[in-house]
């Protein structure tokens, strides 16, 4: 599994829940080499790399599962670009990915709930949709089967179209 943007790697606590009976392979990136300390410090198992997601090494590997979680409202990252580049180099042909967008912003480098955004008074969630719509839309069009759902953050999950899909998720 790759986690991109993992900061200290809290989201890695999940794998175990999620799943119980697999040995996994993590590897992380992370820009702030104090995080991906603590990452390490938090997943010692894990391969962790300070790198920026707008340039990971080809030779990163091929993983079966991508995760991003609250990372493609971050300045500077371009969702486009991102999502075309680990679709064509770094996920496994039977692969899926999680992507995790808040309802949040980054305004002056100060995370802002509610999607707040220079010159609106009130919140406004259409950037957020626009960014789940645009990566529905990517990975629709190259063959994937997209799910969004969540409630304090919301979740597009993406699996090959022919894929079976999961049922019992809600449990």
Do not use: C
Request: aromatic fraction near 6%; glycine fraction near 8%; proline fraction near 7%.
């Amino acid at each position: 599994m790759l986690a991109l943007g993992l900061n200290a790697g809290h989201e890695l606590d999940a794998l175990p829940l999620a799943f119980p009976d697999r040995a996994l392979t993590v590897v992380g990136v992370e820009l702030d080499p104090a995080a991906a300390q603590a990452a390490r410090d938090r997943w010692p198992q894990a391969t962790i790399h300070v790198a920026d997601v707008n340039a990971l090494p080809p030779d990163l590997g091929r993983f079966d599962l991508i995760l991003a979680l609250s990372l493609l409202q971050s300045p500077g990252v371009r969702q486009d670009v991102l999502l075309a580049t680990l679709r064509r180099q770094h996920l496994t042909p039977g692969g899926g990915v999680i992507l995790g967008y808040p309802n949040a912003r980054y305004r002056d480098g100060t995370l802002s709930y509610g999607a707040r955004m220079r010159n609106y008074a009130r919140p406004d969630l259409s950037l957020l949709a626009a960014d789940v719509t645009n990566a529905r839309r990517g990975l629709q069009k190259h063959d994937f089967k997209v799910f969004v759902t969540g409630k304090y953050e919301v979740l597009l999950t993406a699996i090959p179209a022919r894929a079976a899909t999961p049922t019992g998720l809600e449990l």
